[in-house]
């Protein structure tokens, strides 16, 4: 292993409900990166418990890193309202309230 390598700090996934029958906080992953099929298996398994991740740290994420990672869920659908659609992405809408 190179020193570079030997430098890079690992994080441990961590799935943290917020209420007790909706919602839950994901830290520790970088989906910017191939996700192993346990790690899969738990993310999907926390949106069928949860029915809402919020999965922190994916600012960095292009949009078709971030359209991939929504698929590891299911099929996604085109949002009707074309407005906030990312050029490009059809599958990719913007919400944000910082504008």
Request: hydrophobic letters at 40%; proline letters at 4%.
């Amino acid at each position: 292993m190179s020193a570079a390598a030997s430098t890079i700090p690992t994080r441990t996934m961590e799935i943290a409900k917020v209420k007790e029958h909706i919602g839950a906080i994901v830290t520790g992953i970088d989906l910017a990166h191939p996700i192993d099929e346990a790690t899969r298996k738990t993310l999907y398994d926390a949106v069928v418990e949860n029915v809402v991740l919020v999965i922190r740290g994916q600012g960095h994420l292009s949009p078709g890193q971030l359209q991939a990672a929504g698929e590891m869920f299911g099929e996604l659908m085109e949002d009707q309202n074309r407005r906030y659609l990312v050029d490009g992405f059809p599958l990719i809408s913007v919400l944000d309230n910082r504008h």
